[in-house]
């Protein structure tokens, strides 16, 4: 059974660098059963997509963060990144990293436990 | 962006009774290479992440409970709870992947009444 455990810094400074890992586990990364994806919930607010990786290198990211988002892959740590840049107080939430699964186009199954991150200075 | 809308924003049902929560998308998410609507429901719990319960609208997860069942086509989809337990007391989200960016609608708070 694959299952996601995010990390990284709770607290991150406006302008500053969001960097999260999901580590995975019970499977490798380099599996075509899964889209690599990140989702983020606002306090209060609906989800919100903001990108994928699949293992024929591929990344998809939704266009209204794709000039600051960027998905990654390390293959040997069996881990996949979220790294998003210039960040503000918007950008507060929790972080989910989830395993997309069907053919090309996703429902999520399974999710990590999710991470809040603050923004704040 | 496909917009997803959920009505109502809240809901109280009796223990035992019937819970139906509804869906709507802004334009078509059916699927043509398989005549299916490409639209999954979550259940959350507070302090835990989303759970799937159905996709490809009626399509439902290992697992899931059978009074849990999903339905409607085109733009209109509705998540019936049957014989309402304490337990499913949660937010509930819709999503659309017919088409990227994916988009959840804004949840339904159901709750015991």
């Known amino acids: 059974q694959v299952k996601l455990q995010e990390s990284g810094p709770g607290l991150v400074r406006p302008s500053q660098t969001l960097s999260l890992t999901c580590t995975v586990s019970?499977?490798?990364?380099?599996?075509?059963?899964?889209?690599w994806t990140w989702i983020r919930q606002p306090a209060g607010k609906r989800l919100e997509w903001i990108g994928r990786?699949?293992?024929?290198?591929?990344?998809i990211y939704n266009p209204s963060l794709k000039s600051r988002v960027t998905i990654s892959v390390d293959t040997a740590k069996n881990q996949f990144s979220l790294e998003l840049t210039s960040v503000t107080a918007a950008d507060t939430a929790v972080y989910y990293c989830?395993?997309?699964?069907?053919?090309?186009?996703?429902?999520?199954?399974?999710w990590g436990q999710g991470i809040l991150v603050t923004v704040s200075s | 962006d496909i917009v997803m809308t959920q009505s109502p924003d809240s809901l109280a049902v009796s223990l035992g009774e019937r819970a139906t929560l509804n869906c709507k998308s802004s334009?078509?998410?059916?699927?043509?290479?398989?005549?299916?609507?490409?639209l999954a429901w979550y259940q959350q719990k507070p302090g835990q992440p989303p759970r799937l319960l159905i996709f490809?609208?009626?399509t439902r997860e290992s697992g899931v409970p059978a009074r849990f069942s999903g339905s409607g086509s085109g733009t209109d989809f509705t998540l019936t709870i049957n014989n309402m337990q304490a337990e499913d007391v949660a937010l509930y989200y819709c999503?659309?992947?017919?088409?990227?960016?994916?988009?959840f609608g804004q949840g339904t708070k159901l709750e015991i009444k």
């Open positions: 989830a395993g997309g699964v069907g053919y090309v186009h996703n429902w999520y199954d399974p």
């Open positions: 019970g499977g490798p990364i380099n599996t075509r059963s899964f889209y």
């Open positions: 990786f699949f293992s024929d290198g591929g990344t």
């Open positions: 334009q078509s998410i059916l699927y043509s290479s398989n005549n299916k609507n490409s």
């Open positions: 490809w609208a009626s």
């Open positions: 999503q659309q992947y017919y088409s990227s960016p994916y988009t």
